[in-house]
């Protein structure tokens, strides 16, 4: 059974810095392209990054504006979010997501997100 | 960008109802189209993949159709577990969601 298990969020203060990682299991973790998708409380869904099978290239969401950095350790079979000088309207759950697919990947597992709560 | 728009954003039924949600892209897609379930305090749930295929272990009353710009989801005979919210996302270049569609119980 695929399984995604988010973890490091907690509340920051705004300009700090927060680590997630996302530990993988029940699957070849460095076959799939992996992503961080977050939802603002009450919100919609929003992509962040996501990053390749072997780590060589990642892509963002234009406006993280090098903020976040996305990066992954297939041999701990894990998935890291970096976050830099995080805002208010960072706070969100935090999800990673396995990517499918051939010339075009979907997201077709899910964790059960990490809670980021940026507030002074 | 590519935008995504669903409607209507609230939606009443009863069970047993057939239900549509609509999707649609600000420029074409092709059929890079993607449907989420998600119930409150849970993370989503893949349902529809390229616009019509439906995933392993969802129910067949679960439909998908559509090309281009516009897309539907199709419930056909609502089921208790199906209220929830609906989210479209499109994969033809980089990812965005629509803003979701809430179904309740009426």
């Known amino acids: 059974e695929v399984q995604l298990a988010e973890s490091g969020g907690g509340l920051v203060q705004p300009g700090g810095s927060l680590r997630l990682s996302c530990a993988a299991s029940g699957f070849t973790f460095s076959g799939y392209w992996m992503s961080w998708v977050r939802q603002a409380p009450g919100k919609g869904l929003e992509w962040l990054a996501n990053?390749?099978?072997?780590?060589?290239?990642?892509y963002y969401l234009e406006s993280l504006k090098g903020r976040f950095t996305i990066s992954r350790d297939n041999a701990r079979k894990s998935l890291y979010l970096q976050m830099n000088s995080l805002r208010a309207e960072d706070t969100a759950i935090y999800y990673c997501?396995?990517?499918?697919?051939?010339?075009?990947?979907?997201?077709?597992?899910w964790g059960q997100g990490s809670l980021v709560t940026v507030s002074s | 960008d590519i935008q995504m728009t669903q409607s209507p954003s609230t939606l009443s039924a009863s069970v047993g109802d057939s239900v549509t949600i609509t999707c649609r892209a600000s420029?074409?897609?092709?059929?890079?189209l993607a449907w989420y379930q998600q119930k409150p305090g849970k993370a989503p749930k893949l349902l529809i993949y390229?616009?019509?295929s439906v995933e392993s272990g969802v129910p067949s009353r679960f439909s998908g159709s559509g090309s281009g710009t516009e897309f539907t989801l199709t419930i056909s005979s609502l089921q208790p577990d199906d209220f929830a919210t609906y989210y479209c996302?499109?994969?033809?270049?980089?990812?965005?969601f629509g803003q979701g569609t809430k179904l309740e119980i009426k």
């Open positions: 990053v390749k099978q072997d780590g060589s290239k990642q």
């Open positions: 420029q074409n897609i092709n059929d890079w």
């Open positions: 996302q499109q994969y033809e270049f980089y990812y965005t």
């Open positions: 390229k616009a019509s």
């Open positions: 997501a396995r990517g499918v697919g051939v010339k075009s990947i979907y997201f077709d597992s």
